[in-house]
């Protein structure tokens, strides 16, 4: 037994030990759940999923009735997941932005402002917030009859938030078209712009001629092409307002307090991430004559953003998870009509829940696969 | 190694503790554990003082009494309509006493097995007055408040296609949340099962604002249920209930069972509380079984109207959940 003397071997041994033992411990569980499952008589499998689901989701991106499968009721649920977490990523990034330079801001009341909101929020658990902004959104809001209405196509009530929804014709294409041609422009012109920057050192309003090029192109091309965008206008009818493209409380109520959660986090990464630039680049950019904001924009954020990326990226992944407390309000998320409804429906509670918690790690691993990449590319390059 | 030995025996042993007899179990820990609803007035609500009451909490305590001969020695496991059938399949709870509808799936496969029906329901709506509607035929297009993971949304599904109608459901998982969604004016509509729908509104700020339409469109008999497998515990789980049927049928009641067990010259009566407890012993448990659970509890008639009857603020009258020989199907079959 003189080789155990050896730490190196002894090192393996004890990792093989580990894993062996772990490996036993796992395939036990498992054994041992099978049998119970068989003992008790609960059906096993995944062949609930080419079932007909047999009941109804009210928010369904895709074409969904009670004759559709339970795979079907998780690609709906899947989809709704998904929109609420890009809309929360998108608003809650923005937000956060916004409050992080606030709170650094040398205006008290500002900085007091953005202090008070995250001091607020990101101690108040996101659960009930979500119900908080779902109850005041029906408290606040009017009856149907009674809704508050925006020339005469946008309603607002109890029920949610009626706009028309655009309905593309032939020759809508070309609308898609101009607005690709639009952005090419553009990124020509930014080329231009810097070029000239670099040689005249004469600025370009670059932000607002990209924004106009933007608007004025499509906006051309749909007239040229006959408006060839119809909108179909919300209507009252019997109970509700139908047609049109309707925003529930339940997706609103989730994806503001989502946001609103969210971005308290997000703006403290901004702010440590700009405290973490040494001082020193700010009066550079001041010795170089750029203004307040130009200083921010130019030598701050992009130095801030790289060290706030990692800490950004973990409430990213936050959001996303946090997307599943839906079920308190009825958003027919992934675990409201799935791991909710369904199981029910089938009792298969293992397989549902497997396949639910599997898809939140896929989801969450990609997420932060692409933004890992990100970060690595953002990183400072030293040469 | 030896410790790993070890700890996979200890989780053996705990998982084979957990299959053996549900009797045992119960009795060993000297309570029963019991999944019921959340809170639903008249069926299963903690009151102010944490006391839990109800048609299905009393089956809850009729069943402790005969089987621990002590009715207060349940424990209430509040369950989410989601939650309950993993409770029962997992051990958590001893029985399922929570509204829960008898269906074919749920029965064959989800390893729960249903001991009977504890009070037969319909789904119905209930609307605000000021909306005017008459029939559930009226519904068309309007927006319902159902709870997730019940039949209640599957019959309403079915329901709409039938009649070639259209609606919104927007579906909540707790109970509660459905109510105060309703109340607030989310919905035009609140379904469930109509005793549900009575309890619920006697929650509204003014009751006399809603009115529960005259449809029924579905069966929803409600029963308690136990785990597949334990023939037993099933066995005692359905006598319990047929007991204080068969009590209310024989007019035996809370206060009068002692004497009836003296007295009465019904052989039936005499088998059901007899001292030798020969229908005790067939299902396995301590003779007076049943005369305890009665005693303790009451016989069906007195749970009915002590807790959802014509004088609690349910107002609900017995209708099909009178005896069969009074013009409902209540029926249990004979103790012999």
């Given at each position: 037994?003189?080789?155990?003397?050896?730490?190196?071997?002894?090192?393996?041994?004890?990792?093989?030990?580990?894993?062996?033992?772990?490996?036993?411990?796992?395939?036990?569980?498992?054994?041992?759940?099978?049998?119970?499952?068989?003992?008790?008589?609960?059906?096993?499998?995944?062949?609930?999923?080419?079932?007909?689901?047999?009941?109804?989701?009210?928010?369904?991106?895709?074409?969904?009735?009670?004759?559709?499968?339970?795979?079907?009721?998780?690609?709906?649920?899947?989809?709704?997941?998904?929109?609420?977490?890009?809309?929360?990523?998108?608003?809650?990034?923005?937000?956060?932005?916004?409050?992080?330079?606030?709170?650094?801001?040398?205006?008290?009341?500002?900085?007091?402002?953005?202090?008070?909101?995250?001091?607020?929020?990101?101690?108040?658990p996101?659960l009930l917030?979500?119900l908080?902004?779902?109850n005041?959104?029906?408290?606040?809001?009017?009856?149907?009859?009674?809704?508050?209405?925006?020339?005469?196509?946008?309603?607002?009530?109890?029920?949610?938030?009626?706009?028309?929804?655009?309905?593309?014709?032939?020759?809508?294409?070309?609308?898609?078209?101009?607005?690709?041609?639009?952005?090419?422009?553009?990124?020509?012109?930014?080329?231009?712009?810097?070029?000239?920057?670099?040689?005249?050192?004469?600025?370009?309003?670059?932000?607002?001629?990209?924004?106009?090029?933007?608007?004025?192109?499509?906006?051309?091309?749909?007239?040229?092409?006959?408006?060839?965008?119809?909108?179909?206008?919300?209507?009252?009818?019997?109970?509700?307002?139908?047609?049109?493209?309707?925003?529930?409380?339940?997706?609103?109520?989730?994806?503001?307090?989502?946001?609103?959660?969210?971005?308290?986090?997000?703006?403290?990464?901004?702010?440590?991430?700009?405290?973490?630039?040494?001082?020193?680049?700010?009066?550079?950019?001041?010795?170089?004559?750029?203004?307040?904001?130009?200083?921010?924009?130019?030598?701050?954020?992009?130095?801030?953003?790289?060290?706030?990326?990692?800490?950004?990226?973990?409430?990213?992944?936050?959001?996303?998870?946090?997307?599943?407390?839906?079920?308190a309000?009825?958003?027919?998320?992934?675990?409201?009509?799935?791991?909710?409804?369904?199981?029910?429906?089938?009792?298969?509670?293992?397989?549902?829940?497997?396949?639910?918690?599997?898809?939140?790690?896929?989801?969450?691993?990609?997420?932060?696969?692409?933004?890992?990449?990100?970060?690595?590319?953002?990183?400072?390059?030293?040469? | 190694?030896?410790?790993?030995?070890?700890?996979?025996?200890?989780?053996?042993?705990?998982?084979?503790?957990?299959?053996?007899?549900?009797?045992?179990d119960v009795k060993k820990a000297g309570v029963l554990k019991c999944g019921v609803s959340t809170g639903l007035p008249g069926f299963a609500e903690a009151d102010s003082k944490g006391t839990w009451r109800g048609l299905d909490v009393d089956y809850c305590r009729a069943l402790a009494a005969a089987v621990l001969g002590d009715a207060s020695k349940v424990k209430y496991v509040p369950l989410t309509a989601k939650e309950r059938?993993t409770a029962l399949?997992s051990g958590e709870i001893d029985v399922l006493s929570r509204n829960t509808?008898?269906?074919?799936?749920?029965?064959?496969?989800?390893?729960?097995?249903?001991?009977?029906?504890n009070y037969?329901?319909?789904?119905?709506?209930?609307?605000?007055?000021?909306?005017?509607?008459?029939?559930?035929?009226?519904?068309?297009?309007?927006?319902?408040?159902?709870q997730?993971?019940?039949?209640?949304?599957?019959?309403?599904?079915?329901?709409?296609?039938?009649?070639?109608?259209?609606?919104?459901?927007?579906?909540f998982d707790q109970n509660s949340q459905v109510d105060d969604?309703?109340f607030?004016?989310?919905?035009?509509?609140?379904?469930t099962d109509?005793s549900g729908?009575y309890a619920k509104r006697t929650k509204a700020k003014?009751p006399?604002?809603?009115?529960?339409?005259?449809?029924?469109?579905?069966?929803?008999?409600l029963?308690p249920s136990?785990?597949?497998?334990?023939?037993?515990?099933?066995?005692?789980a359905?006598?319990v209930?047929?007991?204080v049927?068969?009590?209310?049928?024989?007019?035996?009641?809370s206060?009068?069972?002692?004497?009836?067990?003296?007295?009465?010259?019904?052989?039936?009566?005499?088998?059901?509380?007899?001292?030798?407890?020969?229908?005790?012993?067939?299902?396995?448990?301590?003779?007076?079984?049943?005369?305890n659970a009665i005693k303790q509890v009451g016989?069906y008639?007195e749970m009915f109207e002590r807790n959802v009857g014509?004088n609690t603020p349910l107002k609900i009258?017995?209708?099909?959940?009178?005896?069969?020989?009074?013009?409902?199907?209540?029926?249990?079959?004979?103790?012999?």
């Amino acid at each position: 037994m003189s080789f155990l003397r050896d730490e190196k071997i002894r090192g393996i041994l004890y990792q093989l030990i580990t894993i062996v033992a772990f490996a036993m411990l796992a395939l036990y569980i498992a054994h041992n759940t099978a049998q119970n499952i068989e003992a008790r008589g609960i059906k096993t499998g995944f062949d609930f999923l080419n079932n007909s689901s047999g009941f109804d989701i009210t928010e369904s991106p895709i074409h969904y009735t009670t004759k559709s499968t339970h795979w079907d009721v998780y690609k709906v649920g899947l989809i709704n997941t998904l929109i609420v977490s890009f809309f929360g990523i998108v608003l809650t990034s923005i937000l956060g932005l916004i409050i992080g330079v606030a709170r650094l801001s040398s205006n008290w009341i500002i900085s007091r402002l953005a202090a008070t909101y995250i001091e607020t929020f990101r101690n108040i658990p996101v659960l009930l917030q979500i119900l908080f902004w779902y109850n005041v959104v029906l408290a606040a809001m009017p009856s149907v009859r009674h809704s508050y209405s925006f020339f005469n196509s946008i309603f607002i009530n109890q029920r949610g938030i009626f706009v028309p929804k655009p309905i593309f014709l032939d020759g809508s294409i070309y609308i898609a078209i101009s607005i690709v041609v639009a952005i090419i422009i553009g990124w020509f012109i930014r080329i231009w712009a810097k070029k000239r920057l670099e040689e005249t050192g004469k600025e370009f309003p670059l932000f607002l001629t990209n924004l106009a090029l933007l608007i004025i192109l499509p906006l051309i091309t749909y007239y040229a092409t006959g408006k060839p965008i119809n909108f179909d206008y919300p209507v009252l009818k019997g109970f509700n307002f139908e047609g049109g493209k309707t925003y529930t409380p339940e997706f609103l109520a989730l994806l503001f307090a989502l946001t609103i959660y969210t971005a308290t986090f997000i703006a403290e990464a901004i702010r440590s991430g700009i405290e973490a630039v040494n001082k020193g680049q700010k009066e550079a950019a001041q010795a170089l004559g750029l203004s307040k904001m130009q200083a921010l924009k130019l030598v701050i954020l992009p130095q801030a953003i790289r060290v706030a990326i990692p800490p950004i990226i973990s409430q990213y992944l936050n959001l996303i998870k946090n997307s599943s407390l839906a079920a308190a309000i009825g958003y027919p998320e992934l675990v409201t009509v799935f791991a909710g409804t369904s199981l029910n429906v089938t009792g298969q509670a293992l397989e549902i829940m497997a396949i639910t918690m599997g898809t939140y790690l896929v989801i969450s691993i990609i997420v932060s696969l692409v933004l890992n990449w990100f970060n690595h590319k953002m990183k400072i390059k030293e040469r | 190694m030896k410790r790993l030995m070890k700890l996979s025996a200890a989780v053996a042993m705990v998982a084979t503790l957990a299959t053996a007899g549900t009797l045992d179990d119960v009795k060993k820990a000297g309570v029963l554990k019991c999944g019921v609803s959340t809170g639903l007035p008249g069926f299963a609500e903690a009151d102010s003082k944490g006391t839990w009451r109800g048609l299905d909490v009393d089956y809850c305590r009729a069943l402790a009494a005969a089987v621990l001969g002590d009715a207060s020695k349940v424990k209430y496991v509040p369950l989410t309509a989601k939650e309950r059938f993993t409770a029962l399949q997992s051990g958590e709870i001893d029985v399922l006493s929570r509204n829960t509808t008898w269906t074919e799936t749920r029965d064959t496969t989800l390893g729960i097995n249903f001991a009977g029906v504890n009070y037969y329901d319909g789904q119905g709506f209930m609307v605000a007055k000021s909306l005017g509607v008459k029939s559930a035929k009226d519904l068309n297009g309007a927006t319902v408040c159902i709870q997730a993971g019940t039949t209640t949304e599957m019959n309403l599904a079915d329901y709409f296609k039938t009649n070639g109608m259209k609606y919104k459901a927007i579906t909540f998982d707790q109970n509660s949340q459905v109510d105060d969604a309703f109340f607030a004016g989310r919905c035009d509509v609140l379904t469930t099962d109509q005793s549900g729908l009575y309890a619920k509104r006697t929650k509204a700020k003014d009751p006399s604002k809603y009115v529960i339409l005259p449809d029924i469109i579905s069966k929803e008999p409600l029963g308690p249920s136990v785990r597949q497998g334990d023939d037993q515990w099933f066995n005692i789980a359905k006598w319990v209930l047929n007991a204080v049927i068969t009590a209310e049928e024989k007019g035996v009641t809370s206060k009068n069972v002692d004497d009836m067990a003296k007295t009465s010259k019904d052989p039936e009566v005499q088998r059901l509380l007899s001292k030798d407890g020969t229908m005790c012993k067939n299902v396995g448990l301590e003779p007076g079984c049943f005369a305890n659970a009665i005693k303790q509890v009451g016989n069906y008639g007195e749970m009915f109207e002590r807790n959802v009857g014509i004088n609690t603020p349910l107002k609900i009258k017995r209708g099909l959940n009178a005896l069969w020989n009074k013009g409902g199907i209540l029926y249990s079959p004979p103790f012999r």
